[in-house]
């Protein structure tokens, strides 16, 4: 007779995966990717070794589904900004750059490993899916922006292609390890919003043809 998990072995099982993918998370916001270590992971997860090897057989498949898990909820909050800013298409693709940015700068350790820090191949490819996931959430906003006229029209999958591009990039410089900080200061807040600014303006510009001015967000 074939072996069938009851409930409570996979309620269980799903409960140590969730411990273990937790303490990764915390590890890769706190010092990212490169910092991960198996053993250690596993002392700060509460499990054995041989324990987190049967759920990840490598470091690599853990980060990357670190990578994954921590990216669903970036993303989310970027739709999120899409579908409940009012306005016009301009209007919510800049109330999502700035939600992306803005996000970012709080947690620039947790940023710049999702963003740019060196990573396993296998991570790196789920960089770049994710960024596709983003440029089709901002390739539908183009679209919308072009039907109420806030957009001219353009070839709206590659703008949004180049719109990724731009912003991941253009925060390169201010997540580098070496340069950032996290956010938590009206003060922090201010040079934040100096950063986000010229950000925001340079990608509605490109989009809409013409001269965009972001306003200043507390």
Same mark, same amino acid.
């Given at each position: 007779?074939?072996?069938?998990? +009851?409930?409570?072995?996979?309620? @269980?099982?799903?409960?140590? &995966?969730?411990?273990?993918?937790? %303490? =990764? ?21 509460? $499990?054995?070794? #041989? ?31 899409? %579908?409940? +800013? ?20 709080? =947690? ?10 060196? $990573?396993?191949? +296998? $991570? ?6 994710? @960024?596709?996931?983003?440029? @089709?959430? &901002? ?14 029209? /353009? ?9 990724? #591009? ?5 925060? $390169? #410089? ?13 003060? /922090?807040?201010?040079?934040? %919003?100096?950063?986000? %600014? ?9 989009? +809409? ?10």
């Amino acid at each position: 007779m074939a072996y069938r998990e +009851t409930d409570k072995v996979r309620s @269980r099982k799903a409960q140590t &995966f969730d411990k273990i993918l937790v %303490a =990764a998370l915390y590890v890769v916001a706190e010092q990212g990717f490169n910092s991960v270590q198996m053993a250690d992971l596993a002392k700060r997860a509460g $499990v054995a070794t #041989g324990t987190l090897y049967r759920y990840f057989p490598s470091k690599e498949a853990l980060c990357t589904e670190v990578f994954q898990r921590a990216t669903d909820v970036e993303v989310s909050k970027v739709q999120q900004a899409l %579908a409940e +800013t009012s306005g016009n298409g301009a209007e919510r693709i800049a109330a999502a750059l700035r939600t992306f940015a803005e996000r970012a700068l709080r =947690a620039p350790t947790m940023a710049w490993a999702l963003i740019a820090e060196p $990573v396993d191949p +296998t $991570v790196d490819q789920a960089r770049l899916d994710y @960024r596709q996931r983003y440029a @089709r959430l &901002f390739e539908l906003a183009i679209h919308d922006g072009i039907r109420d006229g806030s957009l001219p029209e /353009q070839n709206a999958q590659l703008s949004s292609t180049a719109l990724v #591009g731009c912003i991941a990039e253009s925060l $390169v #410089g201010p997540l580098a390890p070496a340069r950032s900080q996290e956010v938590n200061s009206p003060e /922090q807040t201010r040079s934040a %919003a100096l950063i986000i %600014a010229p950000i925001v303006n340079f990608c509605l510009q490109g989009l +809409t043809g013409r001269p965009y001015e972001e306003k200043f967000h507390d």
